[in-house]
């Protein structure tokens, strides 16, 4: 007889450690953001689109007092808006203010990472760090490269590439199609013409680390990964859809296995925020009932998919057949929890 999953204490995820209080009722008074960039105790970010001024090797923010960056960037308005940039109230942390500076995207599109997360290369048009009044060797880092930061920057730049990436894509009314305007600290876009206030969305996505009941991982690699990436099985939340439905939905979609029927066989690990435009990643840990269940790929998001004992896993990561997500994602704290300890990189 099969014995359903434990409930555990959740996960300790690395996205989900921020220390700064967001202190949401700053953000209604009128002259905060012009007052914190007047402000030299104050720390502002720096990003282009979603990637964010940091060390090259991605240890550390390059956070500098507003006004350090007063010669070239024009500080704009108490609403956020500025000729050069979008400014967003972060919050506070032992007596300082954090803000976020958002410069537009090169060639005016997003500037999304590589997708393995890296630099994605230079672009002719992107300014240079050292020419806003960052400190040298400063460069431009996707999150995905930014293991390295301590739980405080890790907070504020996992909120300041959220809101980035909202207000990259919400440059107009939905409605009405007229331009819209940061308020409210830059954390709220206003329709002039409806007089209607867009908030931040965030897209809700399962992610679980399934196994049997011999104890078997389930891994599979996406279509578009390099190859022999592997992850756990993940997807979005459909509308009208459980957290729970939509976990035995996608695996019986990805892998064609049936989730065990009981309360006690899809059992909640932890959450963080995976802003990748948008999503709140929301760990799970299912059960699928039996040992003799094979796993097929669907062919569409998946083109492989395979159980593996901790032995078989171990083997296949120090053998470069298998390469592990990162470790600031939720599918690798959840691949290291099943295994019992770190992996390899």
């Known amino acids: 007889m099969s014995i359903p999953l434990e409930p555990v204490p959740a ?6 450690r921020a220390l700064h209080d967001r202190a949401a009722d700053h953000r209604t008074e009128a002259d905060l953001l012009e007052r914190l960039q007047a402000d030299p105790g104050a720390r502002a970010l720096v990003l282009l689109g979603d990637r964010v001024a940091a060390a090259a090797d991605g240890s550390a923010l390059a956070l500098v007092a507003p006004a350090t960056l007063a010669a070239t960037v024009p500080l704009g308005t108490p609403d956020g808006a500025g000729a050069a940039g979008l400014w967003a109230y972060l919050g506070e942390h032992a007596g300082t203010s954090y803000l976020a500076l958002v410069l537009p995207a090169p060639h005016g599109g997003a500037a999304g990472e590589a997708p393995d997360g890296g630099p994605g290369g230079a672009r002719a048009t992107e300014p240079a760090p050292e020419a806003l009044g960052l400190p040298a060797g400063t460069t ?188 600031l994602s939720i599918a690798r704290s959840l691949i290291e929890e099943w295994y019992g300890g770190r992996l390899p990189d």
Do not use: K
């Open 11 to 16: 996960l300790d995820l690395p996205l989900a």
């Open 140 to 327: 431009w880092l996707g999150l995905r490269r930014l293991e390295g930061l301590d739980e405080l920057e890790l907070g504020l730049v996992t909120e300041a590439v959220a809101l980035a990436n909202w207000h990259a894509v919400h440059g107009f009314c939905p409605r009405c199609g007229a331009a819209t305007e940061p308020v409210l600290s830059g954390w709220v876009r206003r329709c002039p013409v409806e007089d209607r206030e867009l908030y931040p969305r965030t897209d809700p996505a399962v992610i679980m680390a399934v196994v049997d009941d011999e104890d078997r991982l389930l891994l599979g690699h996406a279509a578009h990964w390099p190859e022999g990436r592997f992850s756990t099985l993940a997807g979005f939340v459909e509308p009208g859809e459980s957290l729970e439905q939509a976990v035995r939905r996608e695996v019986a979609e990805e892998a064609r296995l049936v989730v065990a029927p009981d309360l006690g066989d899809v059992v909640y690990r932890g959450s963080q925020s995976w802003p990748f435009p948008a999503s709140l990643m929301l760990g799970f840990r299912a059960r699928v009932a039996g040992t003799g269940a094979r796993p097929q790929a669907d062919e569409v998001e998946l083109t492989d998919v395979r159980w593996f004992t901790r032995d078989g896993l171990l083997a296949a990561v120090e053998a470069g057949e298998v390469l592990l997500p990162g470790h």
